[in-house]
């Protein structure tokens, strides 16, 4: 039996940060959504139109304390989650990078691990109501 995949340490973001694509014929970058998690392998991007499972996407990606405020890499997506109600988890894409320069690897893996990966905000709670 094979042994699990060590889990590089992801850090939740505190402002969820954009993200760019490059698509198609036109050189300009454009909006794909926001970052609201990542680790060295991959991230999750909030959207509201999550492109399909399989899609490549070469992506300019804007994170605090960046060397040049961007990194450029290529990314599968490799999971998508629907709209889940107002009270859900937000609706986005997985996507696990798969090519990027050893300096922003680098950067990302000490940008993960600087402060311990922050909880996952929870749901508030409301009292019930009372059905008299």
């Known amino acids: 039996m094979a042994s699990p995949q060590p889990i590089s340490p992801r850090r939740v973001l505190r402002i969820p940060m954009p993200v760019q694509t490059f698509a198609g014929p ?7 959504g926001y970052i609201a998690n ?3 392998s991959g991230a999750f991007v909030q959207c ?3 492109r399909p499972v399989g899609t490549y996407l070469c992506l300019l990606l ?3 304390q960046a060397p040049s405020r961007e990194l450029l890499c290529s990314a599968e997506i490799v999971w998508t989650r629907g709209y889940a109600g107002a009270l859900g988890p937000c609706q986005g ?9 050893e300096r922003a ?3 990302l893996r000490r940008f993960c691990a600087e402060t311990e990966p922050l909880a996952t905000p929870r749901v ?3 009292p019930p109501v009372d059905a008299r």
């Open 105 to 107: 690897r680098r950067f």
């Open 38 to 40: 990542v680790s060295e």
């Open 124 to 126: 508030p709670s409301y």
């Open 62 to 64: 804007q994170l605090p």
């Open 26 to 32: 036109r050189p300009d970058p454009r909006f794909l």
């Open 93 to 101: 894409m997985g996507i696990r990078f798969i090519e990027m320069g």
């Open 48 to 50: 509201s139109n999550p």
